[in-house]
């Protein structure tokens, strides 16, 4: 299990108690200096109240789940995420380093990057658009769908109990038509914040196709691991320069096949091995070659991985990785753990609705999409440091075979932590013996509860 070590700010008591609540108050509290104090009290009720709400997520749910008693009022959390004085990106840049040093064994970091679409209705959302969608979208059916298309940065970790990794988002921007700033260009500034604020970490990068040109922009300390086009121009190397030779030299060598083509004609060079697929070992066969793909990266070469599977059942993956020392196994394996960052877009829109707050104008709607993605690596935080890969769920007759927790499971244990703490917070003597709170002031968590928490944050 490992160990919580989440120091207290300045000024805040540190306590003795390390049972999860305590966990939880001193991670909100770790970024309670990054707002104001009045601000800092709405942000530990509104991400509280995110964790606990039973419902929709729209503001004024949360806000009746976390203060019931109205101990600030309901437009103030609009406020604070519509126009508060605060910096998503201080949240970001304080998070991905505790994520790192919590959860993060290697100085070589596995990065996802991928965009989702957050949908949302009403023409006057700030930011939003008509984007394809890409769950409804199929072959040559492109379907268009209302929303915020968010691109997002997540680290990969390995969980201690193995398995499938999970993806915790890092950084988030909004991308938005007209902006002047492509896909390509919000995922390398995304990068470029991280590697600044981990300055002794290198990365790997794994991309879909889509973002696969990335490989030929100058990403600091960074290699990608991606899909190659089908009908990608590939060359040999540039061949050395003949002593007394005359002219410019050579850039690129003699034309090579598709990588489509170079699969088909491969004969020899062809190995087995096992790779990690969403945490099993399945049997493929690999062929590795390096190469140069002039029209993205023309100064140094790519490995191109081609990954088939021999019964075939699935098609051919056709791969490439810009670091030519990472073995092809683990090139497919990488790529492969890329399916991490989907789960978490689907736990986030799911488990988390970070698509049903009811925020319109100015910052509010990019701002509560981010808190999502936030929380949800703030929960995995948490969840992992108290419980580590001790089972936290009950023994279903019907799921004997359940070995490792979803994030359903690490929300639920949050949830009848806060709740068991809250339950009889306002009740005295008269609480009811098979624990069901009589009346609105026994609602969970209590205001009294909360504000307790705020103060300890600020």
Not at 265 to 285: L, P
Not at 324 to 349: C, H, M, Q
Request: aromatic fraction near 8%; hydrophobic fraction near 40%.
């Amino acid at each position: 299990m490992l160990t919580l070590c989440f120091a207290s700010p300045a000024g805040t008591p540190s306590g003795t108690d390390d049972s999860p609540v305590v966990a939880w108050e001193r991670l909100l509290g770790r970024f309670a200096d990054l707002f104001t104090r009045p601000s800092s009290g709405l942000f530990c009720t509104l991400i509280t109240g995110w964790a606990l709400c039973p419902g929709r997520r729209t503001v004024t749910r949360m806000v009746d789940v976390a203060d019931p008693d109205g101990v600030h009022a309901h437009d103030a959390y609009h406020r604070f995420l519509r126009e508060g004085k605060w910096d998503m990106t201080q949240l970001w840049c304080r998070l991905a380093p505790l994520l790192v040093s919590q959860l993060g064994s290697t100085l070589r970091l596995v990065l996802d990057l991928d965009d989702t679409l957050f949908h949302k209705a009403g023409r006057k959302v700030n930011g939003a658009g008509s984007f394809r969608d890409p769950i409804r979208s199929r072959g040559q059916r492109t379907v268009f769908a209302h929303g915020l298309n968010l691109v997002v940065l997540t680290l990969r970790i390995q969980p201690p109990w193995g398995g499938e990794p999970i993806g915790l988002p890092i950084n988030m921007r909004r991308y938005r038509k007209r902006d002047g700033r492509s896909l390509l260009d919000l995922g390398q500034e995304m990068i470029e914040e991280v590697a600044g604020w981990l300055p002794d970490h290198s990365f790997i990068l794994g991309c879909d196709g889509a973002y696969s040109s990335l490989a030929g922009r100058d990403l600091p300390r960074t290699h990608i691991v991606s899909r190659i086009q089908c009908n990608a121009a590939l060359y040999e190397p540039a061949p050395p320069r003949r002593p007394g030779q005359r002219g410019r030299p050579r850039k690129k060598g003699a034309r090579l096949g598709t990588p489509v083509e170079l699969a088909t004609q491969a004969v020899d060079g062809w190995t087995m091995a096992d790779i990690e697929v969403r945490g099993e070992q399945v049997e493929r066969a690999l062929w590795a070659r390096p190469l140069l793909w002039y029209a993205v990266r023309p100064l140094q070469q790519i490995m191109l991985v081609v990954v088939a599977d021999p019964g075939q059942r699935e098609h051919d993956d056709l791969l490439f990785c810009t670091d030519l020392t990472i073995p092809p196994e683990l090139v497919a394996s990488l790529y492969a753990g890329r399916w991490s960052i989907e789960d978490t877009f689907r736990n986030t829109k799911q488990l988390l609705g970070g698509e049903q707050p009811q925020t319109w104008k100015a910052q509010g709607p990019e701002r509560a999409a981010a808190l999502s993605f936030w929380t949800y690596s703030a929960i995995w935080l948490w969840y992992l440091a108290c419980h580590g890969d001790r089972p936290t769920w009950r023994r279903r007759p019907w799921y004997p075979a359940k070995r490792t927790p979803s994030f359903a499971d690490a929300l639920a244990v949050l949830r009848r932590a806060l709740w068991c703490m809250n339950r009889f917070a306002s009740s005295g003597e008269m609480a009811d013996p098979c624990g069901l709170p009589r009346s609105r002031a026994t609602r969970l968590p209590s205001s009294r509860c909360i504000g307790a928490s705020s103060q300890r944050c600020t």
